[in-house]
């Protein structure tokens, strides 16, 4: 057959047309359903479920159209298992419909830290190692120590805990410091007589501090000037020595010139 003619007879034509008008009505169709397929302005709110149980959480999104993965799990021990932690979108961000909510949820199982050995070392820097690792202070105990707010023990639900054991992130450490204060006691020394400078290295090199300063009359120089009261005394009513602890302090009374322990000047000698 002529390839002319046969192009030119009635029912390729019509078979033709009838394709071009199928792929039309096809293109039609489909962006007529595009708007519908792709939800196109149609919009919710994602809500907040921050801090709520998986179930709930999960009830929450598909009620307000919107499909749930969980995406990644974390620990922190504020929160029940299974909390939400985060979620992506955040909250109230305005989406399409039907988009999937990825959520970050608290572990069953809590991860595990190693106990650091924090005797010895100050109050602050033991909390930030506790910090550091994830794990919290608990309790603090003072006991009788010239070491003020140093470590002396470190204790996990009430028993001594070794460094390098393994315990829950999270875990609440009890800390035993010294209060600063010794727990033998020894005489009061006698002050009375030196120049300010001479009570406080003595009273360093006892464990001892000093306390509230009075001044008597016009200071020129506080290093010379003179102790002429203290308290507590060295001696008491009776005339024995009073006893103080390492870390306790002794008040100070001082002038330029020595006077006796009533504030009276002493009588300078004639030369």
Request: hydrophobic share 45%; charged share 15%.
């Amino acid at each position: 057959m002529n390839p002319v003619r046969w192009l030119l007879q009635k029912p390729f034509w019509v078979n033709l047309l009838a394709v071009c008008m199928l792929v039309v009505l096809l293109g039609v169709l489909f962006f007529a359903s595009l708007r519908w397929i792709t939800r196109h302005g149609e919009t919710a709110t994602v809500p907040d479920i921050m801090g709520k149980p998986y179930d709930e959480a999960v009830r929450l999104l598909e009620q307000a159209h919107f499909r749930v993965v969980v995406q990644d799990s974390g620990y922190t021990d504020t929160l029940p298992p299974l909390t939400v932690l985060r979620q992506e979108p955040e909250a109230h961000a305005v989406v399409k419909v039907y988009r999937t909510v990825y959520l970050t949820l608290n572990k069953i199982v809590p991860p595990m830290a190693v106990m650091p050995n924090l005797v010895n070392m100050s109050y602050r820097s033991a909390v930030l190692t506790l910090q550091t690792l994830k794990l919290n202070v608990g309790d603090t105990v003072y006991k009788p120590d010239i070491a003020r707010n140093a470590v002396l023990a470190q204790l996990y639900n009430g028993q001594p805990i070794k460094p390098g054991i393994l315990i829950p992130e999270g875990s609440r450490i009890t800390l035993v410091l010294g209060d600063g204060i010794g727990n033998q006691a020894n005489p009061v020394p006698n002050l009375i007589g030196l120049t300010f400078m001479q009570a406080r290295e003595l009273l360093s090199a006892s464990n001892l501090s000093v306390g509230v300063v009075l001044f008597d009359g016009p200071i020129t120089d506080t290093a010379s000037a003179y102790v002429y009261k203290q308290i507590p005394a060295p001696l008491n009513a009776n005339g024995q020595p009073n006893l103080i602890y390492a870390g306790q302090s002794i008040d100070l009374w001082v002038s330029q010139t020595p006077r006796d322990s009533t504030g009276q000047p002493l009588p300078q000698p004639n030369f």
